[in-house]
């Protein structure tokens, strides 16, 4: 599975960035995608994640201002990212595959909050 992430890159405190992944090369069914996303110096954490179905799950530091999709047909997963706060800024990765045990990762996407 080829992962593809696009629409990162710099926005101010308060705005909005929406981060798309697109799946390729797909021999199975993607029923699970995801975000994560590592900061400099820190661990990678957990986003947001979709099942197909619709069950979503966010990082407690999300607190509303995120919201995940998934498109089945398109095996595409967005991110809408509203009320950046510099903290958000971190490289997130998407990730995506068939079940929990068999995900692979896109390369990754520089997301820059700053005044």
């Known amino acids: 599975v080829q992962l593809v992430e696009s629409g990162g890159g710099l926005a101010q405190p308060g705005g909005s960035l929406n981060l798309s992944c697109v799946a390729s090369?797909?021999?199975?069914?993607?029923?699970?995608m995801g975000w994560y996303r590592q900061a400099p110096g820190k661990q990678r954490e957990l986003v947001a994640r979709?099942?197909?179905?619709?069950?979503?799950i966010y990082g407690d530091f999300v607190k509303g201002r995120f919201t995940i999709s998934m498109d089945n047909v398109k095996d595409m997963v967005t991110l809408q990212m509203n009320s950046l706060k510099p903290e958000d800024t971190a490289v997130y990765y998407c990730?995506?595959?068939?079940?929990?045990?068999?995900?692979?990762w896109g390369q990754g996407i520089q997301v820059t909050v700053s005044a």
């Open positions: 990730n995506a595959g068939p079940d929990f045990q068999d995900l692979s």
């Open positions: 090369a797909t021999p199975f069914r993607i029923n699970i």
């Open positions: 979709i099942i197909s179905g619709g069950n979503t």
